[in-house]
C-alpha cells in the first residue's frame, strides 16, 4: 500500500465528504461523510476499533481537496 488506507475525499458541490477505505486489493466506498460523526460511524463499521484515535493520524486516514474536518459544500 503507497499511503494511508482511508481517504476522505475533496468536499462535493453539494457538500459531504466521499470516504473510501483501501482492502483486500482494492478501494471501497463507504459512504459520504456530512460530518466527523459520520465518519466515525463508517470508520467503526469498517472495523477500526478506535475510530475516533485515528481521523487525525496521517498513517489511517489521508484528508484530500480540502481541510480535515470541512464538510462544507466545495
Do not use: C, K, N, Q
Not at 461523510?33 to 459520520?38: E, G, K, R, T
Not at 470508520?43 to 496521517?58: C, F, Q, S, T
Amino acid at each position: 500500500m503507497s499511503g494511508p488506507p482511508i481517504v476522505v475525499h475533496r468536499p462535493s458541490i453539494s457538500g459531504g465528504r466521499r470516504v473510501t477505505v483501501h482492502r483486500h486489493g482494492r478501494d471501497e466506498i463507504l459512504g459520504t461523510a456530512y460530518s466527523d460523526h459520520d465518519l466515525v460511524v463508517f470508520l467503526e463499521g469498517a472495523g477500526i476499533d478506535d475510530p475516533d484515535a485515528v481521523v487525525d493520524d496521517g498513517r489511517w486516514v489521508e484528508w484530500r481537496g480540502g481541510a480535515a474536518h470541512d464538510f462544507r459544500a466545495a
